[in-house]
């Protein structure tokens, strides 16, 4: 019989995740399934609620992305034999869109039944990124970025109006005004790219941008048939910034000369200054970056295909 150990986020307002679990909770009592539970109060904690962790156990994560790709890393770090201990979890604010990306339901009800239906994992391809001269290493989902798009980030995150304004407009426009003071603040920077043993170097860098498309599959797949998606923009300034957003508007971007594209499933790249970085809406320190992306895949416990097509719809 299944057995599964949660992990609720419950000092998270953001992810409502104690509420979610009282939404889901009867459908685990209901089938009289074997589960435990632990509160995540700070991230820092996962490593030692994970220490002693069953290995027959399912790991569900209830609260942040960051909990569930922080719950990976350690799981991933810590597998047997090359056996991952399978992970999932029920979809709150901060991972529907991971959610929806893997076939996963947003709506935690419909999510806990592809959870308990199933008898076997599927497989999502992730990122992973191991920082050479910090022996750091982190896992993203999503996106990661270096220079414009986590200037942006950290300018409105320091602005006082950040954490008060809720309708959409006024979102973007705050957003907005973070990308025009990066563009007006960044010094831009070289980065040295190393790609199927080839060497690219770039100066008058102002972003560097990695893309996952996570998507989930019934069996593994090579990592090079999962590669990332590499854009690197040199030469900005304010009108070629306008440019830009509106070329990303009409997906015109490959054809700028100040765009550069690559795609593969493993990258190395280097910089040579003090860099903001972000992965995944997470902010990471200023610093230089020796970085080594490769994609992998990871077992997620969940049926994508227990869903009627009227719940699919909903």
């Given at each position: 019989m299944k057995k599964f150990l949660f992990?609720?986020?419950?000092?998270?307002?953001?992810?409502?995740?104690?509420?979610?679990?009282?939404?889901?909770?009867?459908?685990?009592?209901?089938?009289?399934?074997?589960?435990?539970?632990?509160?995540?109060?700070?991230l820092d904690?996962?490593?030692?609620?994970?220490?002693?962790?069953?290995?027959?156990?399912?790991?569900?994560?209830?609260?942040?992305?960051?909990?569930?790709?922080?719950?990976?890393?350690i799981l991933d770090t810590v597998k047997v034999k090359h056996s991952a201990q399978p992970i999932s979890f029920i979809p709150t604010k901060e991972t529907k869109s991971l959610a929806k990306s893997i076939g996963l339901a947003e709506d935690p009800s419909l999510a806990v039944k592809q959870i308990i239906a199933a008898f076997q994992p599927v497989f999502v391809n992730l990122e992973q990124i191991e920082e050479m001269n910090h022996r750091g290493r982190w896992i993203f989902s999503h996106d990661f970025s270096l220079g414009l798009g986590a200037y942006a980030a950290n300018v409105v995150k320091d602005t006082s109006l950040a954490g008060h304004l809720k309708p959409v407009p006024l979102?973007?426009?705050?957003?907005?005004?973070?990308?025009?003071?990066?563009?007006?603040?960044?010094?831009?920077?070289?980065?040295?790219?190393?790609?199927?043993?080839?060497?690219?170097?770039?100066?008058?860098?102002?972003?560097?941008?990695?893309?996952?498309?996570?998507?989930?599959?019934?069996?593994?797949?090579?990592?090079?048939?999962?590669?990332?998606?590499?854009?690197?923009?040199?030469?900005?300034?304010f009108f070629t910034f306008i440019l830009y957003e509106?070329?990303?508007?009409?997906?015109?971007?490959?054809?700028?000369?100040?765009?550069?594209?690559?795609?593969?499933?493993?990258?190395?790249?280097?910089?040579?200054?003090?860099?903001?970085?972000?992965?995944?809406?997470?902010?990471?320190?200023?610093?230089?970056?020796?970085?080594?992306?490769?994609?992998?895949?990871y077992p997620f416990w969940f049926d994508p295909d227990n869903l009627s097509l009227a719940e699919k719809n909903s």
């Open positions: 992990l609720i986020e419950n000092q998270n307002k953001t992810t409502d995740a104690m509420t979610i679990w009282q939404t889901v909770k009867p459908f685990f009592e209901q089938e009289n399934i074997s589960y435990q539970i632990k509160n995540v109060v700070r904690q996962i490593n030692q609620l994970l220490e002693n962790n069953s290995k027959d156990k399912i790991i569900v994560t209830i609260g942040s992305l960051n909990l569930l790709l922080q719950s990976i890393l979102k973007k426009s705050l957003n907005l005004y973070g990308r025009l003071t990066a563009i007006i603040d960044q010094e831009p920077f070289n980065v040295t790219l190393r790609l199927n043993r080839k060497y690219f170097f770039f100066k008058h860098v102002f972003a560097v941008k990695l893309s996952n498309q996570p998507s989930s599959a019934d069996n593994p797949m090579d990592a090079a048939d999962i590669p990332l998606q590499l854009e690197i923009i040199t030469s900005l300034n509106i070329s990303r508007r009409l997906k015109l971007t490959p054809y700028l000369p100040f765009s550069h594209y690559f795609t593969d499933s493993q990258i190395q790249l280097t910089t040579n200054s003090l860099e903001f970085g972000e992965f995944d809406g997470q902010q990471l320190r200023n610093q230089f970056y020796d970085l080594m992306i490769k994609s992998f895949q």
